[in-house]
């Protein structure tokens, strides 16, 4: 069993910062893929950035946060966190922590995670 806490987010202006963070129990949580998934009001659930530890640890982005955000994850801290820069209005949203064992494939479909956070509400104001 894993649980996830997410933490960092808040309401800022457009153009603003904010670091989201994601604390995992349970182990061996190198062994899970971890990423970032956003839903705003009336929107299904959207795929943001999954971290995943190969050899090295990978990194994957959707296009619409590609170059302002940036996920990284602490191995040793069980912790993986979301960089938010260069926020945007249309980035307002719950965002959510997922991890799932990690797979050849799926890293950007929700169905494919078992284990959520309870997300942490992002705002930006024009």
């Known amino acids: 069993q894993v649980q996830l806490m997410e933490s960092g987010g808040g309401l800022v202006q457009a153009g603003g910062s904010l670091r989201l963070s994601c604390a995992a129990s349970?182990?061996?949580?190198?062994?899970?893929?971890m990423a970032w998934f956003r839903q705003a009001p009336g929107k299904e659930r959207e795929f943001i950035a999954a971290?995943?530890?190969?050899?090295?640890?990978?990194?994957y982005y959707a296009d619409s946060v590609k170059g302002r955000f940036t996920i990284s994850r602490d191995n040793a801290k069980n912790t993986v966190y979301l960089q938010m820069n260069s926020l945007k209005p249309e980035d307002t949203a719950v965002y959510y922590c997922?991890?799932?064992?990690?797979?050849?494939?799926?890293?950007?479909?929700?169905?494919?995670?078992?284990?959520w956070g309870q997300g942490t509400q992002v705002t930006v104001s024009s």
């Open positions: 349970g182990r061996p949580f190198s062994t899970y893929t």
């Open positions: 997922a991890g799932r064992l990690t797979e050849s494939s799926g890293y950007s479909s929700s169905q494919r995670y078992m284990y």
């Open positions: 971290a995943i530890t190969w050899n090295e640890i990978r990194t």
